[in-house]
């Protein structure tokens, strides 16, 4: 065992000499290592068991941890296991206290394998998007991650969860499961020396976001946080200044790109990596603690050490109402939760302006750490855990045809089946097998991967469903999959996909997701603040395979499942088309709400006029003309400012405002648009004919109109839209007959059985992420985009009839 030879002799005797073994793939500049294998092996020793971490990041040297971990190569990965197996098989005796399923567990279970180990799994993310051995998946089917997890959960004697998700993922596997938080050291984080003076980051009111910033999730949540401190009003911002402390892969990238959002902001203040030990004194001279979350499964996922740490030091915490801020603490007494940007900027205000209410908030905060978020809190009842373990059972790893490939080919499809799409269909197998009543199963689940999935012959061995079950659960998706339900009832004729690029005009359905040209634009349109893919300035030796493997989930995950982003990139891959972005057109955008698109559009044109139609628009431009931020610009995607101009609502034709903006354009040498863009069902506004007909004068001859609108499918009547016989030749002759625009191209209304099956119900939960088909009362309707050109002047009135026509 020639590697034991470069390892600290000290370290190994205690090794050999421990009870318990903690073993983390990360080391103790991350959280989840320093929280749940040296804090939590502190706590063991303190009761009398002889505790040691074995790290492999800290102990064995492994190049990368945190999330680049995933970016070893296989060889280095199985290599630091080897090394970790020597060292652990001189203690056959000792527990295993395993800190995470990842790359590094494999050493555990070849020792509890040879040796009889006990183990005990803790997880504390929510990391099954990660493959902790991608190129090795497709020979052993079982390291993929969630049936690596559900197998380790299974076979370990007990389980420990940091968060009330993590316990509900983890209870089906393992019925030992037990719920202990990623809580803080008091020895480290604590009030004592909170009234010193302030040497380090000064007596402003100071707001504070600390941790990796390891790619897109964390930027985002950033981002939302600065962006909410932006919309403070100034009178109260400027008595704070917000510190943003980090590191990791995107830290670069999110200083630079925060710079490039606020470039005059001077109270956003970025500091290098602290290390931990020096923590508990930064957090002495600060106030309020940010916790901006966004609601996905890694954060709900989350047992916030942060969170912690900030109520042990009394800094008062302003929270999104996600994961477990919502259990561990009460809103408005020893938390402020804000939904949503606007909501939680006025949280953060609150405890900017008011030093009463910031003082009760921390003070209540700290008495319910106290009770029961500290490690001495917690000792007796993580030592009581382990001290129960026993020794796991084995089993054998299922066998079949690899899962991946069989999708594939059952689908028929030409790009590599998306790592994200095949976690979703075995997440929708599980939820159905477990459903009493299969009527009662949302009809969404029943989709052509879950069909596939039930006819992969490893199914029954790999996801623990018996081959008699798996037939009824065939014979129930080919019943009620919504495709099946909904055909009946559509009113626009059937028709497949034409050949040939994606039609200008068309419903924004699912049709073109296998078309490698359409991929290719998905890529490159498909852009915002949290877009952040791997490189080759990883040192990942295979990064291009796995920049792959995310491109292809990132496209399916946001474009296959959701309208809003699927109709915007096709307005953007039709004005590219038709030669708009190549950086001098300008445009006016007319919207009723808050939209990205113009935005990410700053990319492209040289400017971009955004009409804001939508309720409330003199009290936005009221905001906006005493100099606080435009809540139009708040949203979190890259843009360039000194390209888009806000204007909130439309002046009247007559009035002295619309003269004088008529005259300086004109003296100012402004030229007319060289398109216009309707989004949101601008199309079906009441105002729509007179917005139309003011904008018209403004256009370029030969410009283009582009509209974003609904197609009503089946003829109902409780939605604005498209009516059935307009998605033939029926647009295009009202067009014709009222306007001097001609619609550009046929109107492709093909609708797949995979768009079909993404139905969701107007006012169900999950409505309000926008899906491909949605049914409103008795209306069954989908987007659709269309442009046209300006080929000549309109008649008075044309706008108008036309309007009335669509609305009909």
């Known amino acids: 065992m020639t590697s034991e030879a470069f390892l600290d002799p000290d370290w190994l005797a205690r090794i050999d000499a421990a009870d318990v073994i903690f073993v983390a793939q990360d080391g103790f500049k991350l959280a989840p290592a320093r929280v749940r294998a040296y804090s939590f092996a502190k706590l063991?020793?303190?009761?009398?068991?002889?505790?040691?971490?074995?790290?492999?990041?800290?102990?064995?040297?492994?190049?990368?941890?945190?999330?680049?971990?995933?970016?070893?190569?296989?060889?280095?990965?199985?290599?630091?296991?080897?090394?970790?197996?020597?060292?652990?098989?001189?203690?056959?005796?000792?527990?295993?206290?395993v800190q995470?399923?990842?790359?590094?567990?494999?050493?555990?279970?070849?020792?509890?394998?040879?040796?009889?180990?006990?183990?005990v799994l803790d997880y504390d993310d929510y990391d099954l998007g990660s493959?902790?051995?991608?190129?090795?998946?497709?020979?052993?089917?079982?390291?993929?991650?969630?049936?690596?997890?559900?197998?380790?959960?299974?076979?370990?004697?007990?389980?420990?969860?940091?968060?009330?998700?993590?316990?509900?993922?983890?209870?089906?596997?393992?019925?030992?499961?037990?719920?202990?938080?990623?809580?803080?050291?008091?020895?480290?984080?604590?009030?004592?020396?909170?009234?010193?003076?302030?040497?380090?980051?000064?007596?402003?009111?100071?707001?504070?976001?600390?941790?990796?910033?390891?790619?897109?999730?964390?930027?985002?949540?950033?981002?939302?946080?600065?962006?909410?401190?932006?919309?403070?009003?100034?009178?109260?911002?400027?008595?704070?200044?917000?510190?943003?402390?980090?590191f990791g892969r995107a830290w670069e990238e999110l200083k630079r790109r925060l710079r490039q959002r606020y470039p005059e902001m001077d109270n956003l203040v970025f500091h290098e990596h602290i290390p931990p030990g020096e923590f508990g004194a930064v957090l002495n001279e600060m106030d309020i603690g940010v916790l901006p979350y966004a609601?996905?499964?890694?954060?709900?996922?989350?047992?916030?050490?942060?969170?912690?740490?900030y109520m042990l030091a009394k800094v008062a915490v302003c929270a999104t109402p996600v994961g477990e801020a919502v259990h561990c603490l009460e809103d408005g007494t020893s938390i402020l939760l804000g939904e949503g940007l606007e909501d939680f900027s006025a949280r953060l205000a609150m405890l900017i302006g008011d030093d009463g209410k910031r003082q009760a908030v921390a003070d209540a905060a700290y008495e319910r750490a106290l009770a029961d978020y500290t490690l001495d809190a917690v000792g007796d009842r993580l030592v009581a855990i382990i001290r129960r373990a026993m020794v796991p059972e084995a089993s054998s790893d299922p066998a079949g045809v690899p899962l991946e490939t069989f999708m594939r080919q059952a689908l028929g499809r030409r790009l590599a089946m998306p790592s994200r799409e095949v976690t979703l269909a075995r997440g929708d197998l599980q939820a159905v097998a477990a459903a009493s009543d299969l009527a009662a199963v949302d009809p969404r689940r029943w989709s052509a991967p879950l069909l596939a999935l039930l006819d992969w012959p490893g199914a029954a061995q790999s996801e623990g469903v018996p081959k008699e079950t798996l037939v009824r659960l065939k014979e129930a998706a080919l019943r009620d999959r919504n495709a099946c339900r909904l055909r009946p009832l559509l009113r626009i004729a059937a028709m497949e996909r034409p050949d040939g690029p994606p039609c200008f005009g068309k419903l924004a359905a699912s049709e073109d997701w296998e078309d490698p040209a359409w991929f290719a634009w998905a890529q490159r349109f498909k852009t915002n603040c949290g877009t952040f893919h791997v490189s080759a300035a990883d040192n990942i030796s295979d990064f291009e395979a796995l920049r792959d493997d995310d491109l292809l989930n990132h496209v399916y995950s946001y474009f296959k499942r959701s309208r809003g982003t699927?109709?915007?990139?096709?307005?953007?891959?039709?004005?590219?088309?038709?030669?708009?972005?190549?950086?001098?057109?300008?445009?006016?955008?007319?919207?009723?709400?808050?939209?990205?698109?113009?935005?990410?559009?700053?990319?492209?044109?040289?400017?971009?006029?955004?009409?804001?139609?939508?309720?409330?628009?003199?009290?936005?431009?009221?905001?906006?003309?005493?100099?606080?931020?435009?809540?139009?610009?708040?949203?979190?995607r890259l843009f360039h400012r000194d390209r888009i101009v806000i204007h909130h609502g439309l002046p009247s034709p007559h009035s002295e405002a619309a003269h004088s903006k008529a005259a300086h354009s004109k003296a100012a040498g402004e030229r007319p648009w060289d398109a216009l863009l309707l989004l949101q069902d601008?199309?079906?506004?009441?105002?729509?004919?007179?917005?139309?007909?003011?904008?018209?004068?403004?256009?370029?001859?030969?410009?283009?109109l582009a509209v974003m609108g609904r197609l009503r499918l089946n003829g109902g009547t409780d939605v604005a839209g498209l009516g059935?016989?307009?998605?033939?030749?029926?647009?295009?002759?009202?067009?014709?007959?009222?306007?001097?625009?001609?619609?550009?191209?046929?109107?492709?209304?093909?609708?797949?059985?995979?768009?079909?099956?993404?139905?969701?119900?107007?006012?169900?939960?999950?409505?309000?992420?926008?899906?491909?088909?949605?049914?409103?009362?008795?209306?069954?309707?989908?987007?659709?985009?269309?442009?046209?050109?300006?080929?000549?002047?309109?008649?008075?009135?044309?706008?108008?009839?036309?309007?009335?026509?669509?609305?009909?």
């Open 44 to 97: 063991v020793n303190q009761r009398g068991m002889r505790a040691e971490v074995l790290s492999f990041f800290d102990h064995l040297g492994a190049a990368e941890q945190g999330l680049l971990a995933a970016g070893l190569p296989d060889e280095e990965k199985l290599r630091l296991n080897l090394t970790a197996f020597e060292v652990l098989s001189r203690n056959p005796q000792a527990l295993l206290y």
């Open 100 to 119: 995470k399923a990842g790359y590094h567990a494999i050493a555990c279970l070849m020792a509890a394998a040879c040796n009889g180990n006990k183990i």
């Open 682 to 704: 601008t199309i079906f506004d009441p105002a729509a004919g007179s917005l139309l007909a003011w904008a018209d004068e403004r256009l370029a001859d030969g410009g283009v």
């Open 566 to 636: 699927w109709e915007r990139v096709h307005l953007l891959y039709g004005l590219d088309r038709l030669g708009l972005l190549d950086g001098k057109a300008r445009m006016l955008v007319v919207s009723p709400a808050i939209d990205g698109f113009y935005l990410a559009l700053t990319e492209w044109v040289s400017r971009v006029d955004v009409l804001d139609i939508g309720d409330g628009t003199a009290a936005r431009a009221k905001r906006a003309a005493a100099g606080d931020v435009d809540t139009w610009l708040l949203k979190p």
């Open 131 to 246: 493959r902790p051995y991608r190129r090795i998946e497709p020979w052993l089917p079982s390291l993929r991650p969630e049936e690596f997890l559900a197998r380790f959960a299974a076979r370990a004697q007990a389980c420990v969860a940091s968060s009330r998700r993590i316990l509900d993922l983890l209870a089906p596997f393992n019925p030992n499961t037990h719920l202990v938080h990623t809580v803080a050291d008091r020895d480290v984080f604590n009030s004592d020396r909170r009234g010193e003076p302030r040497r380090r980051f000064g007596d402003c009111v100071n707001i504070l976001w600390c941790g990796d910033v390891w790619g897109d999730i964390p930027m985002r949540d950033i981002v939302f946080g600065v962006d909410a401190f932006a919309l403070v009003p100034s009178r109260i911002r400027r008595k704070a200044r917000f510190h943003i402390i980090g």
């Open 724 to 808: 059935p016989e307009l998605a033939g030749d029926g647009l295009a002759a009202l067009f014709a007959r009222h306007t001097g625009f001609e619609l550009l191209g046929d109107f492709d209304a093909s609708l797949s059985d995979a768009t079909l099956d993404r139905l969701v119900r107007t006012g169900s939960p999950g409505a309000e992420n926008p899906h491909l088909v949605a049914l409103t009362g008795d209306t069954l309707h989908a987007s659709a985009v269309w442009f046209c050109r300006k080929t000549g002047p309109t008649a008075p009135g044309g706008w108008t009839h036309l309007a009335a026509a669509l609305r009909a």
């Open 295 to 309: 609601d996905n499964a890694f954060n709900a996922s989350k047992s916030p050490t942060k969170m912690f740490e």
